[in-house]
């Protein structure tokens, strides 16, 4: 259960509803998930969160199926179960196998594991990977 309850499209305001029929119209579909539904209670929040969840999840230099991978690996490292689940979900229709899938899990439980063990040992920086990289 949220906080708050979740703010459905029958009972939100003018105001949400437009937010609302704006998620639903860019991502073709005829329902508003969880989230939205629950941090519906603060319209500024709601728009700025899902303006911004647009434009970066949106056309870009990072094709759509490389960006919820990404949002996968650091929704893993954060324990958000709620992203693991609509993220994957999300993954699996915009083209992940069973394969990748796999192959993404081993590469977020390395990717901690050695970001622990660079930190443990305080690892310095080596010069050529500081900006501007080097070639």
Known sequence: MSTFGLIEYQDASAEVRAIYDD???TRKTDWINNFWKAI???PANLKRTWESIKAIMGPGAIDPLTKELIYVAVSVTNNCHYCIASHTASAFKKGMTPEMFKELQAIIGMAN???????GYQVEIDERFRPPLKK
């Not at 594991?113 to 930190?119: A, D, F, L, S, W």
């Open 40 to 42: 519906a209670h603060d």
């Open 113 to 119: 594991e050695t970001n622990k063990m660079v930190t």
């Open 23 to 25: 998620i639903m119209a």
